[in-house]
Nanobody, 122 residues
Framework: QVQLVESEGGLVHPGESLRLSCAASGNIVSVSAMEWYRQAPGLKRELVAGITFGGSTNYANSVKGRFTISRDNARNTITLQMSSLKPEDTAVYYC????????????????WGQGTQVTVSS
């Protein structure tokens, strides 16, 4: 079984910073792309940032220049460093990983974390 566990989010003031991390564990053969998504109340889940195994990154326009995604391939972890946070960044943040799980029937599948709340408010 594969699990993705995110760190705790939190409540911060506008302009402050916050770091999220996500670790994949379990019967893992390989991890490909890892991504952060977020979902605000009443809105669709949206891609925030993604990173390939090789380190190529992509960001939503709304977070470019403020958020940075990074990964540690040896530990199957990703980090989202969020700076200059705005109230509109308030959402539940989810990590997602494309994982080749071990076992007799190895296949690539997407796994999701449980989500962590980030609230930006004065």
């Amino acid at each position: 079984q594969v699990q993705l566990v995110e760190s705790e989010g939190g409540l911060v003031h506008p302009g402050e910073s916050l770091r999220l991390s996500c670790a994949a564990s379990g019967n893992i053969v390989s991890v490909s792309a890892m991504e952060w998504y977020r979902q605000a109340p009443g809105l669709k889940r949206e891609l925030v940032a993604g990173i390939t195994f090789g380190g190529s990154t992509n960001y939503a326009n709304s977070v470019k220049g403020r958020f940075t995604i990074s990964r540690d391939n040896a530990r199957n972890t990703i980090t989202l460093q969020m700076s200059s946070l705005k109230p509109e960044d308030t959402a539940v943040y989810y990590c997602k990983a494309e994982v080749l799980a071990g076992g007799l029937d190895q296949r690539w599948s997407d796994y999701w974390g449980q989500g962590t709340q980030v609230t930006v408010s004065s």
